[in-house]
C-alpha cells in the first residue's frame, strides 16, 4: 500500500495539482492585500471617505458606531458585514479575471503549436496524372508500372 502511495503521490499530476494549490494560496493572499491595502481605500475616498471594512448593519438594536465594538461587546452582536462582503466581490472577480487571462493565454498557445502532419492516401499516377491509392505499384487507369512508396 505504501508503495502505490508513492506512485501515486509522485506522479507528475499530482505534484503539478500541489505546487498550483500552493502558489493559488499565495496569490489570494497578495490579491486579497491588493484589493483592501490599494484597491479600498481610493475608492472608499470617491465615494466620501468610506472604509468599506467598517460598513455593517447591527443586527442586535443596540446601536454600535463600529464593528469592532460590536464584536467585542458582550455577547458578541450579530452583524451583517456588507463592506467586508463587497471586499470579498472584489477579491473574486479579480482572482477571476487573473485566472480567465491565464487559461485564454494557454489556450492560445496551444492553438499555434502545430500538429503531425497528414499523411496522404493518394498520389497521382506519372502517366495519366489520375488519382490513386499511396500503395498502388499498377495504376488502375493506364495499367502502368510504378515506382514503390
Known sequence: MLKEFK????????????IG???GGAFGKIVTSLVNDVLMPPI????????FSRLFIDLSGRGFATLAEAKAATPPAPTINYGVFLQTVLDFVIV?????????QLHRLERKQPG?????????????????RI????????TSELEAA
Do not use: H
Open 7 to 18: 506512485q501515486f503521490a509522485l506522479r507528475g499530476n499530482v505534484i503539478d495539482m500541489a
Open 135 to 142: 500503395q498502388a505499384t499498377r495504376c488502375p487507369n493506364c
Open 96 to 104: 477571476a479575471f487573473c485566472i480567465f487571462v491565464t487559461i485564454n
Open 116 to 132: 503531425p502532419a497528414p499523411v496522404p492516401e493518394s498520389k497521382s499516377c506519372p502517366y495519366c496524372l489520375e488519382s490513386i
Open 21 to 23: 494549490i500552493i502558489i
Open 44 to 51: 472608499g475616498k470617491l465615494v466620501g471617505g468610506i472604509d
